[in-house]
T-cell receptor, first 114, second 113 residues
Framework: EAQVTQNPRYLITVTGKKLTVTCSQN?????MSWYRQDPGLGLRQIYY???????DKGDVPEGYKVSRKEKRNFPLILESPSPNQTSLYFC?????????????FGPGTRLTVL | EDQVTQSPEALRLQEGESSSLNCSYT??????LFWYRQDPGKGPEFLFT???AGEEKEKERLKATLTKKESFLHITAPKPEDSATYLC??????????????FGKGTKLSVKP
């Protein structure tokens, strides 16, 4: 089954404690992306990757890091989380950046930073 | 200034009561406009892609249309299972977004039996 998986699905942590949210896709997609979704603000892109070892900032990259060492995985790293990073996070992938017809989203990770 | 604006923010319909959702956009050049459905606590699910003015796409009770400045998602005789938040996103050819998706804030649709 074609899918994007994220782990963990729910996470409560404290300010300053480094964390990683994993994202994996099994569709051999080149393009992967991270979004955060907040009430009243909609989905905003954090980082994206057009292929292995190629990453770039989206609209709200501050406080986040990413890496793309393998095609299937695109982890999101918060090195020193703060309460304003409390949000619902989605990973997404598509065949490539020029074609969004089959953009698949993961189930989401709800993060609370105390 | 928002580049993608969806209206209304929320819409409550009776089962069978047809209506339309609006998505207006202000980008310099449109590569594509996308509609997604999002159920509570889940990731968005792709519905349609529209590329040029005049284009229409249909799926069951949903029909998406596109003009040069806006798109409509028409819902014909909706059922309670159509209740969800509908998201619109655009991909622009030029500009600061570098071809990434720009999402609207969504329209929350509730269909009562």
């Amino acid at each position: 089954e074609a899918q994007v998986t994220q782990n963990p699905r729910y996470l409560i942590t404290v300010t300053g404690k480094k964390l990683t949210v994993t994202c994996s896709q099994n569709m051999n997609h080149e393009y992967m992306s991270w979004y955060r979704q907040d009430p009243g603000l909609g989905l905003r892109q954090i980082y994206y990757s057009m292929n292995v070892e190629v990453t770039d900032k989206g609209d709200v990259p501050e406080g986040y890091k990413v890496s793309r060492k393998e095609k299937r995985n695109f982890p999101l790293i918060l090195e020193s989380p703060s309460p304003n990073q409390t949000s619902l996070y989605f990973c997404a992938s598509s065949l490539d950046k020029s074609t969004y017809n089959e953009q698949f989203f993961g189930p989401g990770t709800r993060l609370t930073v105390l | 200034e928002d580049q993608v604006t969806q209206s209304p923010e929320a819409l409550r319909l009776q089962e069978g009561e047809s209506s339309s959702l609006n998505c207006s956009y202000t980008v310099s050049g449109l590569r594509g406009l996308f509609w997604y459905r999002q159920d509570p606590g889940k990731g968005p699910e792709f519905l349609f892609t529209l590329y040029s003015a005049g284009e229409e796409k249909e799926k069951e009770r949903l029909k998406a249309t596109l003009t040069k400045k806006e798109s409509f998602l028409h819902i014909t005789a909706p059922k309670p299972e159509d209740s969800a938040t509908y998201l619109c996103a655009v991909q622009e050819i030029y500009g600061g977004s570098q071809g990434n998706l720009i999402f609207g804030k969504g329209t929350k649709l509730s269909v009562k039996p």
